[in-house]
């Protein structure tokens, strides 16, 4: 098992920046990717962006790219997320996830094996 726990979210102002970060604990050998996805209210969680644990490759949604960073440091077990020039619609719960095998498209929820809690990302205007 790999438990994720999430921390770093908070309230902002448009254009400002948070860093989210998500600390694994376990199992965390058998990780073979991890990602960030949101859910706003009313609406269903998506995709935000992934990174391969080994190599570091990364992965955005569109939506993302250029503004977020996801970044990992392998010693520490530790994923993070950088979001920068934050708009109001990025408002949501952030989780983090984890893959113990690649699912085929790291973009899609179904492939992760391990979720966090969230935490909650508020962009005010």
């Known amino acids: 098992q790999v438990q994720l726990v999430e921390s770093g979210g908070g309230l902002v102002q448009a254009g400002g920046s948070l860093r989210l970060s998500c600390a694994a604990s376990?199992?965390?050998?058998?990780?073979?990717?991890m990602g960030w996805f949101r859910q706003a209210p009313g609406k269903e969680r998506e995709f935000v962006a992934a990174?391969?644990?080994?190599?570091?490759?990364?992965y955005y949604a569109d939506s993302v790219k250029g503004r977020f960073t996801i970044s990992r440091d392998n010693a520490r077990n530790t994923m993070f997320l950088l979001m920068n020039s934050l708009k109001p619609e990025d408002t949501a719960v952030y989780y983090c996830?984890?893959?113990?095998?690649?699912?085929?498209?790291?973009?899609?929820?179904?492939?992760?094996?391990?979720w966090g809690q969230g935490t909650q990302v508020t962009v005010s205007s």
């Open positions: 996830a984890a893959e113990k095998s690649y699912s085929g498209n790291l973009r899609q929820l179904i492939g992760y094996d391990y």
């Open positions: 376990g199992r965390t050998f058998s990780i073979y990717a």
């Open positions: 990174i391969r644990w080994s190599g570091g490759n990364t």
